[in-house]
């Protein structure tokens, strides 16, 4: 039983069917299964309270009739012991409607039954007598959970039938792999590790985090960890007091405090020195900074994104990282792929590129196929970023509006050059020995051309040579070739 459990008729709960189809759209909806008449009647009513759209029903049976005509968001069920019904029901439900969320409800003797059920894919369970405020925060926290997925999936879904998310372009299985992690993680507030080698679009990963956020209006604050002067990291991140340092003629607030519950990204991360990588560490333990020269704290409410090109594995290793602040940034990690690794969203990216800047001259555009082909095979060690700039180099060169190999970076056409075959060289004019006896050689027929004309023109070697089109030390030359040199 409930330790508090008001007993409600069933008039007082909607009936199923149309009205519940019409309602659910924008109500969550609450199924109880449950034999006890006045627990199954209390649980639908607290959900009521709380706005869901409430219903009970009798036995398995009837919650499996229900299910097949609707969509519950959270169901409440009864388990009767290990074997029982009722786990059936969760198995069936967890394999047909995966995006419900399961409580199970049990007696004290038959919690082995409720490890059973969470195992199975019970997201939450409840040991009978339980108190209605138990109740209503168990609700609550399923409620919380089902948002965040539907939300999840809402974004899965935008990025599979698009071409990506805003600049982030790709189909490729392994981009599928980064949109599925992404469309979770935008809607939690843990640190973020975005692995991956330079030009892979880390920062345009970290901003479609912040962007599909909960927190999407507040500050994107992106720190380059490598471009700060050491002597000036500290006091960028952590802000300073005036007259902490020459030059501060003001109080400034760093820029963890600046974000005010928005994101802010540490680019590269790995350049980071010691010293303040364990200050880094605090302010994200504790969340709060004491900025340069001051002696309070400030309090820090700002989301950590993290990225690097560096494998921070091995640096922990060495001695070069901060163990604590790898795994403190490392709760999700999130591998770009190369662009040598997803060649089949290649035609994507150069569409895209080219759109872009079909827009900014206000032309159209097109890769010829010598070039596409090459653009297809070329191993892109820069990845995305040298595409886009080997595209808006092209655009800028080309006469016309065919973009031709010529026209692109230095490194695809020496790599084109590199990857054509080789072509023997043809033998020396003199060497005879290659060519068939059916076949004249062109020093011979150059030869006989020579005499032709000197015999033409009786001998006169300045008159044969402006004949033939060459010049009188030409002449001169080939007759000594020939061992004519007083003819």
């Given at each position: 039983m409930l330790t508090t459990a008001p007993i409600m008729t069933t008039s007082a709960y909607p009936p199923i069917g149309e009205h519940l189809a019409a309602e659910q759209s924008a109500r969550m909806s609450v199924l109880v299964v449950d034999d006890d008449a006045a627990v199954r009647e209390a649980c639908c009513e607290i959900a009521r309270k709380q706005g869901f759209l409430s219903h009970g029903v009798v036995g398995v049976a009837a919650a499996r009739e229900l299910l097949r005509g609707n969509s519950i968001d959270i169901i409440l069920l009864d388990l009767k012991g290990p074997g029982a019904p009722g786990l059936e029901l969760l198995d069936e439900v967890k394999t047909l409607h995966p995006e419900t969320a399961i409580i199970v409800m049990t007696a004290f003797a038959t919690v082995t039954s409720a490890v059973e059920a969470m195992r199975t894919g019970a997201t939450d369970y409840l040991t009978k007598p339980f108190a209605l405020d138990e109740l209503a925060t168990v609700l609550e926290r399923a409620s919380e959970r089902r948002t965040l997925d539907l939300a999840s999936r809402r974004l899965r879904e935008k990025l599979r039938t698009q071409q990506g998310l805003g600049n982030i372009i790709g189909r490729s299985a392994e981009m599928d792999k980064i949109y599925r992690i992404l469309s979770k993680v935008a809607f939690t507030a843990h640190p973020v590790l975005i692995l991956g080698e330079s030009g892979t679009g880390k920062e345009m990963i970290a901003r479609?985090?912040?962007?599909?956020?909960?927190?999407?209006?507040?500050?994107f604050i992106p720190v380059d960890c490598s471009s700060l002067v050491p002597t000036l990291v500290e006091s960028e991140l952590f802000g300073y007091v005036k007259g902490a340092f020459t030059g501060a003629n003001r109080s400034k607030d760093g820029l963890l405090v600046s974000a005010e519950g928005g994101t802010v990204f540490l680019d590269e991360i790995g350049e980071l020195p010691l010293d303040l990588q364990s200050k880094l560490l605090r302010a994200?333990?504790?969340?709060?900074?004491?900025?340069?020269?001051?002696?309070?704290r400030v309090p820090v409410n700002a989301r950590i994104l993290a990225a690097t090109n560096r494998n921070l594995t091995e640096m922990v290793e060495q001695g070069r990282f901060r163990k604590d602040l790898y795994y403190r940034l490392n709760v999700v990690n999130l591998r770009l792929p190369a662009l040598r690794q997803r060649r089949e969203d290649l035609p994507l990216l150069i569409a895209h590129f080219?759109?872009?800047?079909?827009?900014?001259?206000?032309k159209n555009f097109r890769v010829s196929d010598e070039m596409l082909r090459v653009l297809m095979d070329y191993?892109?060690?820069?990845?995305?970023?040298?595409?886009?700039?080997?595209?808006?180099?092209?655009?800028?060169?080309?006469?016309?509006?065919?973009?031709?190999?010529?026209?692109?970076?230095?490194?695809?056409?020496?790599?084109?050059?590199?990857s054509r075959p080789k072509i023997a060289a043809p033998p020396p004019l003199n060497d005879t020995s290659l060519i068939s006896p059916s076949i004249t050689s062109l020093a011979e027929m150059e030869k006989q051309a020579i005499l032709a004309a000197l015999r033409e023109l009786q001998g006169d070697k300045l008159a044969a040579a402006r004949l033939l089109g060459i010049g009188k030390t030409t002449m001169y030359r080939k007759l000594q070739e020939y061992g004519l040199g007083e003819a």
């Open positions: 479609s985090i912040h962007t599909n956020g909960p927190n999407a209006t507040k500050p994200l333990q504790e969340k709060e900074v004491r900025p340069v020269g001051a002696t309070h080219l759109d872009r800047k079909n827009r900014e001259y206000g191993e892109w060690p820069g990845n995305v970023r040298e595409l886009e700039h080997t595209i808006d180099r092209a655009c800028a060169y080309c006469s016309g509006t065919v973009l031709q190999l010529g026209d692109s970076s230095s490194p695809i056409i020496e790599y084109y050059s590199n």
